[in-house]
């Protein structure tokens, strides 16, 4: 137990990882990592991985089991903060001139890797080593296709924010594809969940609801803020205080309705700002939002899903074969799967070897899927290991293949 309160233990945390993730981030940028990467680098370095075997007095100490609670709300409320902002500024005019491409890249993101997924699934991870005793070949298929199918979509985010390509065609083609993918990857895994649990209910909960908050957003609440915004927009009064808790409130309610519904709350977050028209406020709400959530919360997360993760599983045996299968499969199926594809849409090399990787990036939001898998005991924490070594490699060679080829001439139009 530590010898501090909640209240101090979470000070400390919170200027810990702050410092951490910042230095860390400045020497991630000369092997071009953006901060996200350095952010889940901390939480490994913070962990019971380094931290918690080299100083295990000190880890307990700053990082006790029952903190985790504090921190991993936090992290939400950060996220999907985030992801609000990144919805505001996503360009639907330009998505929709880019629709098809972003459509194809999308399906080359979920057909090759369920396609792949097939004989790693037989040959290599259909063993009871590695899933439920009483879960089928064929839904063992399904976790293993959605595993590598999904894509780091908050991490994505960020990059294409930070290198200021979210108004660009490539960060717009990207983000689509890579939405697309994430909601495909979850709805399959609510569906094997279902399964597990002995009832299809849930899934149909899943996927009906998120239809449904999606034309709620888009057809309901957007008429509404809109008429608000052009009739109040421009007077400096009480009103613009009240305007912006009542879209903060519009937000917490639909990050808590989809984490209800089993999509995740970054997606309810990030369609509500999708959904929202672009007006004035739109810069007002992002200073109010970007620096705490940006310095403060968001690391947080990033952190919290390090903090959780056992590096040492990794060099158990009978794993590093079975992991080597995984990663070069999954760089197949969604690096040069999307890329292909990308090239086959008249995108040149520099370009599609550029969505290439950035969709080969599975981030935290693999992380996320193999922690729903585990406490629902679809996984064992064989599998859980083998993915998150994954998760780590395809992660951090996404960053230096994107820079490389913006170098070589990406174009941005």
């Not at 985010?157 to 717009?172: D, M, P, Q, Y």
């Not at 809109?226 to 639909?254: C, H, P, Q, W």
């Not at 999954?330 to 969505?355: D, Q, R, Y």
Request: aromatic letters at 14%; hydrophobic letters at 55%.
């Amino acid at each position: 137990m530590s010898a501090w309160s909640i209240a101090e233990l979470f000070f400390l945390q919170a200027m810990v990882i702050m410092i951490v993730s910042r230095i860390l981030s400045l020497l991630g940028r000369k092997i071009f990592q953006p901060v996200v990467v350095c952010e889940m680098i901390t939480g490994v370095l913070l962990g019971p991985s380094l931290l918690g075997a080299i100083f295990p007095e000190l880890f307990n100490s700053l990082f006790p089991k029952d903190s985790m609670n504090v921190i991993f709300t936090f992290a939400q409320l950060g996220l999907s903060l985030y992801m609000f902002t990144v919805g505001l500024e996503f360009d639907l005019n330009l998505f929709r001139k880019k629709s098809k491409q972003a459509i194809t890249i999308s399906a080359a993101g979920i057909l090759i890797p369920f396609t792949l997924a097939a004989p790693i699934t037989f040959f290599f991870l259909n063993s009871d080593d590695f899933f439920n005793t009483s879960l089928n070949i064929y839904f063992r298929w399904l976790f293993v296709g959605a595993a590598i199918s999904i894509t780091a979509f908050p991490m994505l985010a960020r990059i294409i924010k930070e290198c200021n390509l979210s108004e660009t065609k490539i960060g717009t083609v990207v983000l689509s594809a890579a939405a697309g993918d994430d909601v495909l990857s979850w709805c399959f895994l609510a569906f094997i969940t279902a399964s597990i649990k002995g009832t299809f209910l849930s899934f149909l909960v899943t996927v009906l609801g998120g239809l449904a908050y999606a034309f709620l957003c888009f057809y309901v609440v957007a008429p509404i803020i809109g008429r608000l915004a052009s009739r109040f927009g421009n007077i400096k009064n009480d009103f613009t205080e009240y305007f912006y808790v009542f879209i903060l409130s519009l937000l917490m309610l639909g990050s808590w309705f989809t984490d209800k519904i089993g999509i995740y709350s970054v997606f309810g977050a990030f369609v509500l700002g999708l959904s929202l028209p672009k007006g004035i406020y739109k810069h007002e709400l992002d200073k109010m939002i970007t620096p705490l959530t940006t310095f403060v919360l968001l690391p947080m997360f990033f952190v919290y899903s390090g903090l959780n993760a056992r590096m040492d599983m990794i060099f158990e045996s009978q794993t590093l074969l079975v992991a080597a299968v995984v990663i070069i499969g999954s760089i197949i199926a969604k690096g040069i799967g999307c890329g292909l594809f990308a090239k086959f849409t008249g995108e040149n090399i520099a370009n599609s070897f550029a969505i290439g990787a950035l969709m080969n990036a599975r981030g935290l939001m693999e992380l996320i899927l193999l922690n729903i898998g585990l406490q629902n005991n679809i996984i064992t924490v064989k599998t859980y290991t083998v993915f998150v070594l994954m998760a780590i490699v395809t992660t951090f060679m996404a960053s230096p293949v994107f820079f490389y080829m913006r170098s070589r001439g990406i174009k941005l139009d």
